[in-house]
């Protein structure tokens, strides 16, 4: 771990705006509901205690009754009327959204007013400041303007303001968290909203913002939101952990990777000060250039010490690093890039994650005929590690072309995946994107398995893919890729933290048994 000064956030010092007995260096869960309860309320009920608020989307759950909700939850109640022109699904007139204002005051404990269109009439007399969020959405092409979107907020006296910005390119996510870090206030909600602007949702509160938002369901209200769930489990959220370095993951999708789960759980449970986070980049090298070696973050008082790597970035993440580990130029990719003194090293556990796996689950590697279906980062590592584990391996790809290339940098056999035939091997690991989405086509048919196969799938869900229950179901050894996202954490955990992550506590972490 490197000897950086302890970060000191503003705000860590507060106590939770809702009483519910938050001690010190706490923030505000706020559920948001974006779908119709059911009739017993049973989701509301059924509310960890963690969270303090609950938001009445009115534009996505029309007419809900307060005292039913209350009945149900027993925190603050925030009213929301989102229009259509910031995000929501509201598109009625400046006479309707004062109607539904006037049903709402002294029935809600907050009633979120947006700034741009709520400010200008008498509604804002009947409503007292202690019960006002003025908000805004928008785009802000600088803290600069984040700030003076502010001072015209802030003229209107309220409990809570909050100014979302859009997130169209990776240096867009930084102004929101500049803004708060020069604000220094803990009334202010800050953050960037879309799939690149998840991380400043979680950096936020150290930085000073007062709620964090999250869905009470699977349907954001927002894009780039969290269900409640995550942010409990995943980032230890509402407690605010003492914080001296980021790590995160980096990729294209990135947001449903379960590596912020096991990190951060590791470091709640091992003392380390660090945040781990989603980083979803369109382009590497924008965020590379534009979140990493601008300094943007350690401008923050919060510098990025580690980055895990995944698809399409692996080669990528090896150009980029000032030095590599031999591993890791052989296979011509990284998923770990870990900052030492000035440079970023880069180094690959991929290897690692697929040959444990199979090891744990009884698997006899050396001698064994292994086939691996990608040529991308993360199958060139598997194809390394299960050569260097004595296996006879041959590479498998659907485009030629990146298949011969695999095959002559790794001095390893190849076959079209036309040509392949699964029957003829004892070991198959899909490492290609396939399995992702639902209605992906399997990478080769579980039918045509040998007795005694074993199938790693590289792609991970929330369970088992359909590739590895089709395997299972035909007696063959099927292997998720949680047992390989496991494996491969442990060596990357010490490289980036220099603490041991045992495999038992990774285990309890992710729930595998």
């Not at 790590?247 to 781990?276: D, E, K, M, Q, T």
């Not at 050396?366 to 993360?378: F, L």
């Not at 490492?431 to 005694?452: I, K, M, Q, V």
Request: net charge negative.
């Amino acid at each position: 771990m490197q000897d950086l000064s302890r970060l000191t956030s503003v705000g860590s010092d507060m106590i939770a705006f809702f009483d519910r007995g938050y001690p010190v260096k706490q923030t505000t869960l706020v559920a948001s509901l974006t779908t119709p309860p059911g009739s017993d309320g049973e989701e509301l009920r059924a509310l960890p205690c963690e969270v303090g608020a609950l938001e009445v989307r009115d534009d996505l759950v029309p007419g809900l009754d307060p005292d039913w909700l209350r009945d149900r939850f027993d925190g603050e109640l925030i009213y929301t009327l989102r229009s259509h022109a910031e995000g929501g699904a509201f598109s009625g007139g400046r006479h309707g959204r004062e109607r539904r204002f006037r049903q709402a005051i002294g029935r809600f404990d907050l009633i979120d007013l947006e700034g741009d269109r709520d400010l200008d009439s008498d509604l804002l007399k009947e409503i007292p400041a202690s019960q006002r969020l003025i908000s805004w959405h928008g785009a802000a092409p600088s803290s600069t303007a984040l700030a003076e979107r502010f001072e015209q907020l802030s003229r209107h006296e309220a409990r809570f303001y909050k100014l979302i910005s859009e997130t169209r390119q990776a240096v867009d996510a930084i102004h929101p968290m500049v803004f708060l870090r020069s604000l220094r206030r803990d009334d202010v909600v800050a953050f960037a909203m879309g799939e690149g602007g998840v991380w400043t949702r979680l950096l936020a509160p150290r930085l000073g913002s007062p709620l964090v938002y999250g869905s009470l369901g699977e349907v954001p209200a927002a894009p780039g939101q969290l269900t409640i769930q995550r942010l409990l489990e995943d980032y230890g959220l509402p407690q605010l952990d003492d914080v001296d370095g980021l790590f995160g993951i980096v990729g294209r999708p990135v947001n449903h990777s379960l590596s912020p789960r096991l990190h951060n759980g590791a470091y709640r449970r091992l003392g380390v000060p660090g945040l781990y986070v989603p980083f979803h980049a369109e382009s590497f090298g924008d965020f590379w250039l534009d979140l990493v070696e601008s300094g943007s973050l350690d401008a923050l008082g919060i510098p990025l010490w580690g980055l895990s790597v995944t698809a399409p970035y692996k080669e990528v993440a090896l150009a980029v690093a000032g030095t590599s580990s031999a591993r890791a130029q052989h296979i011509g990719a990284a998923n770990t890039l870990v900052l030492r003194g000035d440079v970023w090293e880069a180094e690959s556990t991929d290897p690692e994650g697929v040959v444990l796996a199979l090891r744990h689950a009884g698997v006899e590697i050396r001698g064994a005929s292994a086939a691996v279906v990608g040529c991308g980062g993360a199958g060139k590592a598997a194809a390394v590690g299960l050569q260097m584990a004595g296996a006879r391996v041959t590479l498998v790809n659907r485009g030629e072309d990146r298949g011969h290339k695999a095959s002559m940098e790794l001095r390893l056999p190849f076959l079209p995946l036309a040509d392949f035939e699964p029957g003829d091997f004892e070991i198959l690991v899909q490492a290609t994107s396939l399995g992702a989405n639902p209605g992906d086509a399997l990478p080769f048919a579980p039918e045509r398995l040998r007795a005694g196969a074993a199938v790693v799938d590289m792609v991970y869900g929330g369970g088992p893919t359909r590739l590895v229950q089709e395997v299972l179901a035909r007696g063959r050894i099927g292997i998720d890729g949680r047992e390989m996202l496991l494996h491969q954490a442990l060596d990357q955990f010490r490289l980036m933290t220099g603490c041991e992550l045992v495999e038992p506590l990774a285990r309890e972490i992710l729930q595998l048994t």
